[in-house]
């Protein structure tokens, strides 16, 4: 469905909406479930749990974390760090894919831990440093809410973090949060030049709304902005904010069986963002008729004739 589809029957619908099931699964317990601390490829190390997805990336200065997990999961992403030599301690750049508790809610222990020093894209830093209370869609559910942390360097679109050699670029991909984050960096292996992209998150929250959305009014336009930006991006190894994004189980299967080339998957990464925009298109015109439906039927014109019956 094309965008201008999209606004021109949004703007037929009323100016209320009731919230909808959700486009989204729900969390479950994979998000806690233990997974296994490997070596993805290069210096990027997998420490995260069977769906929520956090990273190390080793340099010659010391750690990048991306992304924290919920505060509980602190303990567990230690024991994996350590259980590939790495410590807590030497972390020195704390980075997330976006503002919800399943991905920074662990960000002050970790700080706490480590010093690291934090650094969060421009349009999600308030909800970091709210502890989640000025979230879009989450802000009036305190299950959401986590400890706030100051931010020490904002980010923008575009935006280089280098630490020991290592370069990650930043890449605004909004709507799922409105700082959304996708982040890329490269990787030599055996001489072959690998493009790694860590996918923020393009899909959306359960019972979000996506129409007159009156704390992010412009939320389609931007979930479209992320979806060309992140097909703008070469991907060689596609990896993402949660397991699922890029089967994480499957792949790990068959890289511990010796394939060391079982996260190279570009079609893989293609094939999610198609079908990713499927859903959020299709949730669109589900939202529009839904209001379509309910808006209440054109007030009579005195005087006038109704309609003649067909």
């Known amino acids: 469905m094309k965008s201008s589809k999209i606004l021109v029957a949004a703007a037929l619908a009323v100016a209320f909406f009731v919230s909808l099931p959700a486009f ?3 969390p479950s317990e994979k998000t806690r479930a233990p997974f296994p601390a490997f070596n993805i490829v290069g210096n990027i190390y997998y420490v995260g749990t069977q769906e929520l997805a956090c990273y190390i990336i080793k340099t010659n200065d010391g750690l990048i974390l991306l992304n924290t997990g919920f505060q509980e999961n602190t303990p567990q992403i ?12 030497d972390v020195k750049i704390l980075l997330i894919n976006h503002a919800h508790i399943d991905h920074d809610g662990g960000a002050q222990d970790v700080i706490k831990m480590s010093g690291a020093k934090y650094f969060v894209m421009d349009k999600d830093v308030e909800v970091v440093e709210s502890g989640g209370k000025l979230d879009y869609h989450y802000w009036n559910n305190p299950e959401e809410y ?27 991909t909004p709507g799922h949060t409105k700082g959304n984050t996708t982040w890329t960096m490269e ?9 790694i992209v860590f996918i923020g998150s393009p899909n959306g929250n359960r019972n979000m709304i996506l129409l007159h959305n009156t704390r992010y009014l412009n939320i389609v336009s931007d979930f479209e902005k992320g979806f060309a930006a992140l097909r703008a991006l070469p991907c060689d190894i596609p990896l993402g904010s949660h397991g699922n994004y890029f089967d994480l189980p499957a792949k790990y299967a068959k890289w511990k069986a010796g394939d060391k080339n079982a996260f190279v998957d570009p079609e893989g990464y293609t094939a999610f963002i198609d079908k990713t925009q ?3 298109e299709a949730e669109v015109t589900k939202q529009v ?17 109704p309609p003649a019956a067909k």
């Open 146 to 172: 986590y400890p706030a942390v100051k931010v020490d360097r904002v980010l923008h679109d575009g935006d280089k973090v280098e630490l020991g050699g290592t370069v990650m670029t930043a890449h605004w």
């Open 289 to 305: 008729v839904k209001i379509q439906d309910d808006a209440p039927p054109s007030p009579q014109i005195p005087g006038s004739m």
């Open 78 to 89: 230690e024991k994996s760090m350590e259980s590939l030599g790495f410590h807590m301690k």
């Open 278 to 280: 499927h859903i959020f």
């Open 187 to 195: 990787v030599t292996v055996g001489g072959k030049l690998q493009h």
């Open 24 to 26: 989204s699964a729900p």
